[in-house]
Structure formats: structure tokens, C-alpha cells
Nanobody, 124 residues
Framework: QVQLVESGGGLVQAGGSLRLSCAAS????????MGWFRQAPGKEREFVGI????????YYADSVKGRFTISRDNAKNTVYLQMNSLKPEDTAVYYC?????????????????WGQGTQVTVSS
């Protein structure tokens, strides 16, 4: 079992930045690829990006590519989502999630573990 806890959400103006963190405990963190998803009110959960076990590979949704960066620190059992040039349409609850394989990581159904989410609100 893996427990995931997100933090770092908040209110930011458009054009600003936030860094989300996701701390993992339980099973060996390096066993897992880590994804970020988001869900806005009335919308389905949306893939944001994924990072492989050692941070050597990342993949992003087109909507965030060039603005968001995922990184991880395996010594701290933590994955990060750096969000720059934020837009009002980035407003959502952001979730981190863990799965064993990297391929096919855009599918929310394929993840085994989820955090509780952290709210990000971008004002215009």
C-alpha cells in the first residue's frame, strides 16, 4: 500500500506560479511512476503529466506542455509539479497518483494509488 499526500495548492493570479508536492509513504517510492491529474468542477479528471521511476522520462498533456514541469526526489519520496504561467483554466483540484509502468500513463483508470487532492485556483 502507498499513501500519497499532496500539498502546495492555493490561490494565485494569472501568470503566476505554484509548486505542488506529493509525499509518498508505504511501499518503495522508486517502484512507481508518478502522474499528476486535475479535475475542474463539472469536468472529468484530466491527465496533466507523468514521470518515470528515476525522473529520466516525462510526458505532458498538450494543455500544459512548456508551462508545467514534473520532477521527483526519490531520497525524499516526493514528486513535484512546478506550474508556471498559470491561466484561469488551470483552476482545478490537482491529484498525484502512482502506477508501476510508464507506458499508457495518461489513463486515470490505470493508476493504483491516489492522493486526496489539493485545490489550485487561478484568478484572472
Amino acid at each position: 500500500q502507498v499513501q500519497l499526500v499532496e500539498s502546495g495548492g492555493g490561490l494565485v493570479q494569472a501568470g503566476g506560479s505554484l509548486r505542488l508536492s506529493c509525499a509518498a509513504s508505504g511501499r518503495t517510492f522508486m517502484d512507481f511512476c508518478m502522474g499528476w491529474f486535475r479535475q475542474a468542477p463539472g469536468k472529468e479528471r484530466e491527465f496533466v503529466g507523468i514521470i518515470n521511476w528515476n525522473g529520466g522520462s516525462t510526458y505532458y498533456a498538450d494543455s500544459v506542455k512548456g508551462r508545467f514541469t514534473i520532477s521527483r526526489d526519490n531520497a525524499k519520496n516526493t514528486v513535484y509539479l512546478q506550474m508556471n504561467s498559470l491561466k484561469p483554466e488551470d483552476t482545478a483540484v490537482y491529484y498525484c497518483a502512482g502506477r508501476r509502468s510508464y507506458t499508457g500513463g495518461a489513463s486515470a483508470e490505470s493508476y493504483d494509488y491516489w492522493g486526496q487532492g489539493t485545490q489550485v485556483t487561478v484568478s484572472s
